[in-house]
């Protein structure tokens, strides 16, 4: 029997391993038997830049903390070596990092078993999911099928503008206020004098009529004296 000591020392052991399962977005477990120094501490730096945790297990304490956790049905992969891996941000991060380091080795690091959000994983789900960009390459993805439209609606203004002899920049640019002009001081109009009136034509004096000149009258003729 182990001592109290060492029974709470595997008790905290057990414990805090199936908070981080519970905690974990998505973890694997790999059988690590035959990767050497150098080949741990590169996968280890690489799954540290993910923000993987990544560790070796006992089976025995493991078992324990995978009832507690929920995942009993592991419980037939804990064998022979074992390591996990496990992530709480990006839940591809984990699957992809152990995934490509399983092809490089070959049969010297294997996926026994997966898991993600709660559910047990398949090895071909695994697989899959392992194909997959980051979480952020896929946000980028969905982002970018987004703003295609706006993107080809701003591409065909500018081709109209460049047709017409403007550019997009110049488009992009607010219009410089046109100076306000002095105001010009009315003038009043100069009042032109009325027109007469028509002037009723009794008032008119007739112009006199031209009196032609009497003509002197030829003189009588005078009888000869007899």
């Known amino acids: 029997m182990p001592n109290a000591k060492v029974l709470s020392e595997k008790q905290t052991i057990v414990a805090a391993l199936a908070e981080r399962l519970q905690n974990a977005s998505a973890g694997v477990f790999v059988d690590y038997r035959g990767i050497n120094v150098a080949e741990d501490t590169a996968l280890r730096a690489e799954l540290r830049k993910n923000e993987v945790e990544y560790s070796v297990v006992k089976n025995t304490l493991t078992r324990f903390a995978i009832k507690q956790a929920g995942f009993e049905s592991l419980d037939p992969i804990l064998n022979g070596t074992t390591s996990l891996a496990t992530g709480t941000g990006d839940p591809?991060?984990?699957?992809?990092?152990?995934?490509?380091?399983?092809?490089?080795?070959?049969?010297?690091?294997?996926?026994?078993?997966?898991?993600?959000?709660?559910?047990?994983?398949?090895?071909?789900?695994?697989?899959?999911?392992?194909?997959?960009?980051?979480?952020?390459?896929?946000?980028?993805?969905?982002?970018?099928?987004?703003?295609?439209?706006?993107?080809?609606?701003?591409?065909?203004?500018?081709?109209?503008?460049?047709?017409?002899?403007?550019?997009?920049?110049?488009?992009?640019?607010?219009?410089?206020?046109?100076?306000?002009?002095?105001?010009?001081?009315?003038?009043?109009?100069?009042?032109?004098?009325?027109?007469?009136?028509?002037?009723?034509?009794?008032?008119?004096?007739?112009?006199?009529?031209?009196?032609?000149?009497?003509?002197?009258?030829?003189?009588a003729e005078v009888p000869a004296a007899e």
């Open 92 to 219: 591809i991060a984990p699957i992809r990092i152990i995934s490509e380091y399983a092809k490089k080795m070959n049969d010297k690091f294997e996926i026994k078993a997966g898991f993600m959000e709660g559910r047990v994983l398949s090895l071909e789900e695994i697989s899959e999911l392992a194909s997959l960009p980051s979480k952020e390459a896929l946000y980028s993805r969905v982002l970018g099928t987004m703003l295609a439209p706006i993107t080809s609606l701003a591409i065909v203004l500018a081709q109209i503008l460049e047709q017409r002899g403007g550019s997009a920049e110049d488009s992009a640019e607010p219009e410089a206020p046109a100076e306000a002009e002095a105001p010009v001081a009315e003038v009043p109009a100069v009042a032109e004098p009325d027109a007469p009136t028509d002037i009723p034509a009794a008032a008119v004096e007739e112009a006199p009529a031209e009196v032609p000149a009497a003509e002197p009258e030829a003189p």
